[in-house]
Each structure stands twice: as structure tokens, then as C-alpha cells.
């Protein structure tokens, strides 16, 4: 028992002692857009994930900032980060679906490190699109705000709209946060943010020999790109797989130094729960 405490006791000096605290990220992400790690700019988001490939900057390139990205409630406080920031209207990553790199998803997930910067520059925001070309296809992934500051999806599925549903996920102004949102094929449609489900309903079914090919990140479709979302985007990465909340934590830590204040006593209590 004195032994186990010593090492316990020890383990949390040396996380106080650390400044940072890390974790890797969930492995093979088939799209990764990384503001921070992006040689194209200004003419394309460069595809770190596994399927490679490019998106192409439209009609007016978002612009690379660098300020802070601070989100309390998760311990990330990171002061010189990079992000593309949508200016105006027809300014979004995502170019003609014979230009983008495609994706195929029967399970998936959605992670978005985001910034809704003020009120839409048109009649709505349109946030991001993942589907099958040509727009209002077989299937696909479209996620809006269609007024005020509330995150929708609309799903197509066997071949059209399947429905409009609310995420119960929140962009207030001027604040950074963390969403994710997780498809488990003729299961579950699961939101999260800042680390925590917000939201689960009933998820429609997804052909994985369908090609995911109209990507847009600012607008849901190539097509509708002047719907652009007024808003700030660091990271945003795609799975063809569901993650778990825990795997979804986890690429929260791995992709920014955390406060160790903010996680010892989530480290201690899974010690004594070890032990126990």
C-alpha cells in the first residue's frame, strides 16, 4: 500500500512539475486541416490525413491569423495559434468536387476546432458539407445555422434529404469551442462539444462505395459557397469511423498543450479507481 501511494504521489508531482500535458491524437484521420501546418496557403488546405489530397481556396481565400484560442473549460489556453478566418461572403475551402480528394464514410465522425466570428454575411450560415456530388446527393453530411447561433444537420441518405435536425451545439460569439459530431451507420447521430454529448437521435444508413467528393469547410457545398459561415476555423478533422467520447477527449489533449491544473484530479481519480 506505502509503495502504491509513493508512485501515485510521485506521478502527480511530475505532472505539476510539467508545464504541458499531452496526448497523441486518434490515429488515421482520412481528413486532417491544420491552419498551424499548411504549406498551400493561400490557394488550398493541404490534407494531412491519410487520403492526401488538397482543398481548394474559392473565389476569396480565408485569411491565416494568428491570436489566441482559449477554451476554460477544457485548460486550453494557447496564445499564438493559427486560424483561417472567413471574411466575406464566397470565402471557403472547398473547391469544384473533381478537385477534392474523396472520402468514403459508413461510420463517421466530424471534429471542428471553431470560431463563430459574428452574424451571417447572407441570409444564413452554411458551416461545412461532406457529401456525394452533385449537391442534394445520395448522401451526405450538411451542417448550418440557420439564424441566431444554434448548429443543425441536414443528412441525406438513401438517395435524399432524410432530415433537419438540431445538434443542441451552440457557436456564441467570439468564443472558441470544440465540436464533434459522430454518425454510426442506421444507428445514432451523436454531437458533442468541448468534450461533452449535448445531443443523440436516430442515425440513417451510409454507403461506404458512395463517394463523399462536394467537402466544403465554410459553406456546405461548392455550390452554395456564398453562404459562407462568418467565422474561424483551426482545426477540423474527419474519420471514416465513430469515436467514443473518450477518443474524442483525446484529440481535445493531443492537439493542444492542456493546463495540468485542470487534469489532476481527472488523473487521480483514475488512479484510485485503478486501484479499487
Not at 482543398?55 to 495559434?81: F, H, R, Y
Request: aromatic share 10%.
Amino acid at each position: 500500500m506505502r509503495t502504491f501511494i509513493s508512485i501515485c504521489t510521485a506521478l502527480l508531482f511530475l505532472l505539476m512539475a510539467s508545464p504541458l500535458v499531452f496526448a497523441s491524437v486518434v490515429e488515421d484521420p482520412v481528413l486532417y486541416l491544420n491552419a498551424a501546418d499548411n504549406p498551400a496557403h493561400p490557394d488550398a488546405w493541404e490534407n494531412l490525413g491519410t487520403e492526401g489530397g488538397e482543398l481548394l481556396a474559392t473565389d476569396k481565400p480565408m485569411k491565416l491569423e494568428e491570436g489566441e484560442i482559449k477554451i476554460p473549460a477544457l485548460g486550453v489556453n494557447e496564445p499564438n495559434s493559427k486560424y483561417y478566418t472567413t471574411t466575406e461572403s464566397l470565402s471557403t475551402f472547398g473547391g469544384p468536387p473533381a478537385k477534392n480528394t474523396p472520402l468514403f464514410f459508413e461510420d463517421w465522425t466530424l471534429e471542428f476546432l471553431c470560431r463563430r466570428n459574428g452574424d451571417f454575411f447572407v441570409e444564413e450560415h452554411h458551416f461545412a458539407g461532406f457529401q456525394n456530388s452533385p449537391r442534394e446527393g445520395q448522401q451526405g453530411i450538411r451542417l448550418w445555422i440557420t439564424g441566431g447561433q444554434n448548429l443543425d444537420t441536414s443528412i441525406h441518405a438513401k438517395g435524399s434529404k432524410q432530415a433537419v435536425q438540431p445538434l443542441n451545439i451552440t457557436l456564441e460569439e467570439g468564443v472558441w469551442t470544440w465540436i464533434a459530431v459522430v454518425g454510426t451507420s442506421g444507428k445514432s447521430i451523436v454531437a458533442y462539444q468541448d468534450g461533452k454529448e449535448v445531443s443523440k437521435q436516430a442515425g440513417f444508413e451510409f454507403d461506404k462505395k458512395l463517394p463523399i467528393n462536394d467537402i466544403s469547410i465554410g459553406a456546405n457545398s461548392f455550390d452554395e459557397r456564398r453562404r459562407t459561415f462568418n467565422g474561424s476555423f483551426a482545426i477540423v478533422r474527419a474519420y471514416d469511423k465513430a469515436l467514443s467520447e473518450a477518443e474524442i477527449n483525446q484529440n481535445i489533449s493531443g492537439a493542444f498543450a492542456v493546463d495540468p491544473a485542470d487534469k489532476l484530479p481527472t488523473v487521480w481519480a483514475k488512479v484510485k479507481r485503478g486501484y479499487e
